[in-house]
């Protein structure tokens, strides 16, 4: 990969020079030529910046570069240099935030799963390295590779530290970003920064959950900032998990119950898939857990006139089957 | 004049025969004792001199020597008084016309020629009996445990002065009539399942667990019943058999914690606090060896409550007696094996916080803090617990399964049976239960049908299921098979044991 003149630039200017992003900026608006604004020296460092990048199997996408991603563009304060490492040619594509707190009830994050999966048939899914919701996304969008992560520290690093397994993988199959040099340890003020770019990056923001004051709230606001479309999970008045996805909805945010709610905002359709629904007394489970959202075994097992054994026994299989999932306390509910 | 007398000494779970031999010569009076006596040995002299005294009889201010042999065993305690007693008086000719031949004396004196109950009587005398002797003299407060000796003359005394009696003929001691052994006679814990509210959930996986012999862990917020459910394991534990007792009763008479009742009747209950140390645990001591919390266990349950509260390294020293079903303890006075054969049944708040899962309170905990509160617990350990299973405070008001209520004694009967179908399984073999199956056995005992292997297969990849993992999950689908009667283990068997798998599936 050859960078031009400008891009070197700009990557000397916004990393080696030391400026902050604002007198950074300033300079940018006050040349006509960007590749002006350093000295043959500084050029030969910044080269020199990019083949040791190179080594690491790290790329520098600017401001300058044809493929920065345009929706990221458009917003007030884009960031003048990305590191990247994976698929470079995910950043031209169309891309779909998805994100959600850290605690992410297991019936949504199944859900999650499966809206990730469809969206990245058509879109790339833009995610954090979190678990929850974004453990979720990454789930659903990590077969198909359609995957971007967004990371709050350097790509040499790996915030949390327990997903540097993950880390490798979404390496191997889609694409890691990140706006800081690639050693830098994640701060605490830094997921604001990282956030501006899921939502820059993206045509909407879909939240899978997310607390009273949870970080994806801040994603999605944004998001609006940004004038891009915000969607939310419903949940049951009272569960704290949920409290900012129905402030939101309340708000304006698109309720999405299925990917089609998504899907249908930006004219597409999801390819038909055929739903297996298990026979005989499983499929009463399922009916059962359908209608009434999460349920104890016991109660299940109670109101369907079976041993409480063969309760769980079914439970676990529909949970093999992925119909089922369980929630903490020997709860279930339907997927 | 020369007068040699048996007593024993105990090495770890073994009595071991001790000759004294008194000497009372003419000389200079002197009174020495050799043949290695400890501390607590030679300090008898004083008691034996005070006892004969205060018993009426004379002490012979003679040249005296005591010895014991054989001279290289280091012999402790204060079990050795009334030989020393007897042989001092054989041999200062005060016992006239008595046989005292083949006669075992054991007891502690006191100053008074009263005489003292002595721990490790029980595992003595079976030694004893084992080696041939068949009359004993022993402290009165004794012959509880000495009772379930049978087929042998037992003469409990008071005093120093009754045996004395007893030996001239003036006024014999009655020996002991046998006991008969009734498991749960000495019952004491109230505990039942029937009083436990709902939790069928809990209470299967407790059935299963002690119907195959495996571990437990119980994971739940705080006030949910977790240690009154593990109080209710011995209640639907198969009945102790004769020779079980004996040997937990043996460990237990060792250990100085035998109650009144003379022997272990009801399977042991053993919850050691979480501030435990490693020795107390696994057992040790300076020369002598005691048995620690898990041999006490043995035959019956150690609870660990709080898992995650033990100190890892005590956790850890558990793995091999749970593989092994004994613990051998090396200290410089030797190396002790005592069985340790239990079983495990532990229990955890499911996070920091306790509320995870709970029904009516919110967590607070942040996913890493309760990866970190799990990892507490190793990974081995886990996996030497076959089966995971949540209890949760669901009020069941509205529940009116009749299953939720029943008694320890019906689910014993289904626990009874299941062992027996075990028992006819392994016969021959080394094993007892499903839980103690190797590689070996559950490839001739658990063939799986096609539809089963398939079953595995799918939680293998969904689950990320780990070789280990399989094989628990095998044996406990064994177990649940055993229970239902059936002689395949079926996919719902299999679903069944996959259910009891917490921890697996947070990775």
């Given at each position: 990969?050859?960078?031009?003149?400008?891009?070197?630039?700009?990557?000397?200017?916004?990393?080696?020079?030391?400026?902050?992003?604002?007198?950074?900026?300033?300079?940018?608006?006050?040349?006509?030529?960007?590749?002006?604004?350093?000295?043959?020296?500084?050029?030969?460092?910044?080269?020199?910046?990019?083949?040791?990048?190179?080594?690491?199997?790290?790329?520098?996408?600017?401001?300058?570069?044809?493929?920065?991603?345009?929706?990221?563009?458009?917003?007030?304060?884009?960031?003048?240099?990305?590191?990247?490492?994976?698929?470079?040619?995910?950043?031209?594509?169309?891309?779909?935030?998805?994100?959600?707190?850290?605690?992410?009830?297991?019936?949504?994050?199944?859900?999650?799963?499966?809206?990730?999966?469809?969206?990245?048939?058509?879109?790339?899914?833009?995610?954090?390295?979190?678990?929850?919701?974004?453990?979720?996304?990454?789930?659903?969008?990590?077969?198909?590779?359609?995957?971007?992560?967004?990371l709050?520290?350097?790509?040499?690093?790996?915030?949390?530290?327990?997903?540097a397994?993950?880390?490798?993988?979404?390496?191997?199959?889609?694409?890691?970003?990140?706006?800081?040099?690639?050693d830098?340890?994640?701060?605490?003020?830094?997921?604001?920064?990282?956030?501006?770019?899921?939502?820059?990056?993206?045509?909407?923001?879909?939240?899978?959950s997310?607390?009273?004051?949870s970080?994806?709230?801040?994603?999605a606001?944004?998001?609006?900032?940004?004038?891009?479309?915000?969607?939310?999970?419903?949940?049951?008045?009272?569960?704290?998990?949920?409290?900012?996805?129905?402030?939101?909805?309340?708000?304006?945010?698109?309720?999405?119950?299925?990917?089609?709610?998504?899907?249908?905002?930006?004219?597409?359709?999801?390819?038909?898939r055929?739903?297996?629904?298990?026979?005989?007394?499983?499929?009463?489970?399922?009916?059962?857990?359908?209608?009434?959202?999460?349920?104890?075994?016991?109660?299940?097992?109670?109101?369907?006139?079976?041993?409480?054994?063969?309760?769980?026994?079914?439970?676990?299989?529909?949970e093999?089957?992925?119909?089922?999932?369980?929630?903490?306390?020997?709860?279930?509910?339907?997927? | 004049?020369i007068?040699?007398?048996?007593?024993?000494?105990?090495?770890?779970?073994?009595?071991?025969?001790?000759?004294?031999?008194?000497?009372?010569?003419?000389?200079?009076?002197?009174?020495?004792?050799?043949?290695?006596?400890?501390?607590?040995?030679?300090?008898?002299?004083e008691?034996?001199?005070?006892?004969?005294?205060?018993?009426?009889?004379?002490?012979?201010?003679?040249?005296?020597?005591?010895?014991?042999?054989?001279?290289?065993?280091?012999?402790?305690?204060?079990?050795f008084?009334?030989?020393?007693?007897?042989?001092?008086?054989?041999?200062s000719?005060?016992?006239?016309?008595?046989?005292?031949?083949?006669?075992?004396?054991?007891?502690?004196?006191?100053?008074?020629?009263?005489?003292?109950?002595?721990?490790?009587?029980?595992?003595?005398?079976?030694?004893?009996?084992?080696?041939?002797?068949?009359?004993?003299?022993?402290?009165?407060?004794?012959?509880?445990?000495?009772?379930y000796?049978?087929?042998?003359?037992?003469?409990?005394?008071?005093?120093?002065?009754?045996?004395?009696?007893?030996?001239?003929?003036?006024?014999?001691?009655?020996?002991?009539?046998?006991?008969e052994?009734?498991?749960?006679?000495?019952?004491?814990?109230?505990?039942?399942?029937?009083?436990?509210?709902?939790?069928?959930?809990?209470?299967?996986?407790?059935?299963?667990?002690?119907?195959?012999?495996h571990?437990?862990?119980?994971?739940?917020?705080?006030?949910?019943?977790?240690?009154?459910?593990?109080r209710?394991?011995?209640?639907?534990?198969?009945?102790?058999?004769?020779?079980?007792?004996?040997?937990?009763?043996?460990?237990?008479?060792?250990?100085?914690?035998?109650g009144?009742?003379?022997?272990?009747?009801?399977?042991?209950f053993?919850?050691?606090?979480?501030?435990?140390?490693?020795?107390?645990?696994?057992?040790?001591?300076?020369?002598?060896?005691?048995?620690?919390?898990?041999?006490?266990?043995?035959?019956g349950?150690?609870?660990?409550?709080?898992?995650?509260?033990?100190?890892?390294?005590?956790?850890?020293?558990?793995?091999?007696?749970?593989?092994?079903?004994?613990?051998?303890?090396?200290?410089?006075?030797?190396?002790?094996?005592?069985?340790?054969?239990?079983?495990?049944?532990?229990?955890?708040?499911?996070?920091?916080?306790?509320?995870?899962?709970?029904?009516?309170?919110?967590?607070t905990?942040?996913p890493a803090?309760?990866?970190?509160?799990?990892?507490k617990?190793?990974?081995?350990?886990?996996?030497?617990?076959?089966?995971?299973?949540e209890?949760?405070n669901?009020?069941?008001?509205?529940?009116?399964?009749?299953?939720?209520?029943?008694?320890?004694?019906?689910?014993?009967?289904?626990?009874?049976?299941?062992?027996?179908?075990?028992r006819?399984?392994?016969?021959?073999l080394?094993i007892?239960?499903?839980?103690?199956?190797?590689?070996?056995?559950?490839?001739?005992?658990?063939?799986?049908?096609?539809?089963?292997?398939?079953?595995?297969?799918?939680?293998?990849?969904?689950?990320?299921?780990?070789?280990?993992?399989?094989?628990?999950?095998?044996?406990?689908?064994?177990?649940?098979?055993?229970?239902?009667?059936?002689?395949?283990?079926?996919?719902?068997?299999?679903f069944?044991?996959?259910s009891?798998?917490?921890?697996?599936?947070?990775?």
């Amino acid at each position: 990969m050859k960078y031009t003149k400008e891009e070197r630039a700009i990557i000397y200017l916004s990393a080696m020079s030391g400026k902050d992003y604002r007198s950074c900026v300033s300079l940018l608006l006050s040349s006509q030529d960007p590749a002006t604004l350093i000295t043959e020296e500084e050029d030969r460092r910044a080269a020199e910046y990019l083949s040791e990048l190179r080594r690491r199997g790290i790329f520098a996408v600017t401001l300058a570069s044809d493929d920065y991603p345009a929706a990221l563009k458009q917003i007030n304060d884009p960031p003048l240099l990305l590191y990247g490492a994976g698929r470079r040619e995910l950043l031209s594509r169309k891309m779909f935030c998805i994100v959600g707190s850290r605690i992410t009830p297991p019936w949504a994050e199944k859900i999650g799963k499966e809206l990730s999966r469809t969206l990245s048939e058509q879109f790339v899914i833009v995610t954090g390295l979190a678990e929850g919701g974004d453990g979720a996304a990454i789930a659903g969008a990590i077969e198909s590779g359609n995957l971007i992560c967004v990371l709050p520290c350097g790509l040499g690093q790996c915030y949390p530290a327990a997903h540097a397994g993950l880390k490798e993988r979404i390496l191997q199959k889609g694409l890691l970003l990140s706006e800081y040099p690639p050693d830098t340890v994640a701060a605490k003020y830094v997921f604001h920064a990282r956030n501006r770019i899921l939502a820059g990056l993206s045509e909407g923001v879909l939240v899978l959950s997310a607390g009273e004051r949870s970080g994806a709230l801040i994603t999605a606001s944004r998001a609006l900032d940004y004038g891009r479309d915000v969607f939310a999970l419903p949940y049951n008045p009272g569960i704290s998990r949920g409290e900012g996805c129905n402030e939101l909805i309340k708000k304006g945010a698109f309720l999405v119950t299925d990917a089609e709610d998504i899907l249908s905002v930006y004219g597409m359709e999801s390819a038909p898939r055929g739903e297996e629904m298990p026979e005989g007394r499983e499929g009463e489970i399922v009916t059962l857990l359908r209608s009434n959202g999460e349920m104890h075994a016991a109660q299940i097992a109670t109101m369907l006139g079976m041993k409480i054994f063969e309760a769980t026994a079914m439970l676990s299989s529909l949970e093999l089957k992925g119909l089922a999932v369980k929630s903490g306390g020997n709860k279930y509910s339907a997927v | 004049m020369i007068a040699k007398i048996i007593c024993y000494a105990l090495n770890g779970l073994e009595g071991v025969p001790v000759e004294v031999e008194a000497d009372v010569n003419k000389g200079v009076p002197s009174y020495d004792m050799v043949g290695l006596p400890d501390a607590a040995v030679k300090e008898s002299k004083e008691r034996v001199r005070s006892a004969l005294k205060n018993s009426g009889l004379l002490f012979p201010m003679n040249r005296i020597t005591i010895n014991f042999a054989p001279a290289d065993l280091k012999k402790e305690g204060a079990g050795f008084d009334l030989a020393i007693a007897v042989s001092l008086l054989k041999a200062s000719e005060q016992l006239l016309g008595a046989d005292v031949k083949d006669i075992v004396f054991l007891g502690e004196l006191a100053l008074t020629g009263d005489l003292r109950p002595i721990s490790g009587l029980l595992p003595i005398l079976i030694s004893a009996k084992a080696h041939g002797f068949t009359r004993f003299v022993i402290p009165a407060e004794n012959s509880e445990e000495a009772r379930y000796l049978g087929g042998a003359e037992i003469y409990p005394a008071h005093s120093l002065g009754e045996v004395v009696k007893h030996l001239v003929g003036v006024q014999p001691i009655l020996p002991l009539d046998t006991a008969e052994f009734v498991p749960g006679k000495g019952k004491k814990g109230s505990a039942d399942l029937k009083y436990v509210k709902g939790q069928p959930i809990a209470r299967r996986a407790l059935e299963i667990a002690v119907a195959g012999g495996h571990n437990l862990l119980m994971s739940g917020p705080p006030g949910t019943g977790k240690t009154m459910l593990a109080r209710c394991l011995p209640t639907i534990m198969p009945d102790l058999s004769f020779e079980e007792a004996l040997e937990i009763t043996k460990i237990h008479s060792v250990a100085g914690v035998l109650g009144e009742e003379g022997i272990v009747s009801e399977r042991p209950f053993r919850t050691p606090h979480h501030t435990a140390t490693t020795v107390s645990m696994c057992g040790g001591g300076n020369r002598i060896v005691h048995p620690g919390e898990i041999s006490l266990a043995h035959g019956g349950v150690l609870f660990l409550d709080e898992l995650p509260e033990y100190k890892r390294s005590t956790l850890e020293a558990l793995r091999q007696p749970l593989e092994d079903g004994k613990i051998t303890v090396s200290r410089a006075g030797g190396s002790f094996t005592y069985p340790s054969r239990f079983m495990l049944c532990a229990s955890m708040n499911p996070c920091p916080c306790g509320n995870y899962g709970s029904a009516d309170r919110i967590c607070t905990c942040t996913p890493a803090e309760i990866r970190r509160y799990r990892r507490k617990i190793s990974g081995p350990l886990l996996d030497r617990i076959d089966l995971q299973v949540e209890v949760d405070n669901i009020t069941y008001d509205d529940l009116t399964s009749e299953e939720v209520n029943e008694d320890s004694e019906t689910v014993k009967a289904r626990v009874n049976a299941a062992r027996r179908i075990q028992r006819n399984r392994f016969e021959g073999l080394p094993i007892n239960t499903n839980a103690e199956m190797g590689e070996k056995e559950i490839q001739e005992f658990c063939r799986l049908t096609r539809e089963g292997d398939k079953i595995l297969r799918d939680a293998f990849d969904r689950m990320k299921l780990s070789a280990r993992a399989r094989a628990r999950i095998v044996k406990v689908a064994r177990t649940i098979a055993d229970l239902d009667n059936s002689e395949d283990i079926l996919p719902k068997h299999v679903f069944e044991a996959v259910s009891y798998r917490l921890y697996d599936k947070l990775g």
